[in-house]
């Protein structure tokens, strides 16, 4: 059975910094292409960011220079280090990978960014 379970959302005020993580079992993490997804309420989900298996890294325009993905094979972890935190960022932010595949969808962790 997959789980993709992530974590480390939470409030934070604009220009702030959260580290979410995705902790994954049931899958060939290590050969996985993984990302990071959001969706605004009445939004569809739109992929933030992805790493491959080899380390290659994608970021959507709105995001670069501000968050960063990174893993870790041995834990079979996904990290989203997220900096300079926007009012336009707060959302549920997803893990899955890349592409997502429906049934691997999880819960979710809200990031909100307000003063």
């Known amino acids: 059975q997959v789980q993709l379970v992530e974590s480390g959302g939470g409030l934070v005020q604009p220009g702030g910094s959260l580290r979410l993580s995705c902790a994954a079992s049931?899958?060939?993490?290590?050969?996985?292409?993984m990302a990071w997804y959001r969706q605004a309420p009445g939004k569809q989900r739109e992929l933030v960011a992805s790493?491959?298996?080899?380390?290659?890294?994608y970021y959507i325009d709105s995001v670069k220079g501000r968050f960063s993905i990174s893993r870790d094979n041995a834990k079979s972890t996904v990290y989203l280090q997220m900096n300079s935190l926007k009012p336009e960022d707060t959302t549920v932010y997803y893990c899955?990978?890349?592409?997502?595949?429906?049934?691997?969808w999880g819960q979710g962790t809200q990031v909100t960014v307000s003063s």
């Open positions: 049931g899958i060939n993490f290590g050969f996985s292409a």
């Open positions: 790493i491959t298996s080899g380390h290659y890294t």
């Open positions: 899955n990978t890349f592409p997502p595949i429906r049934e691997y």
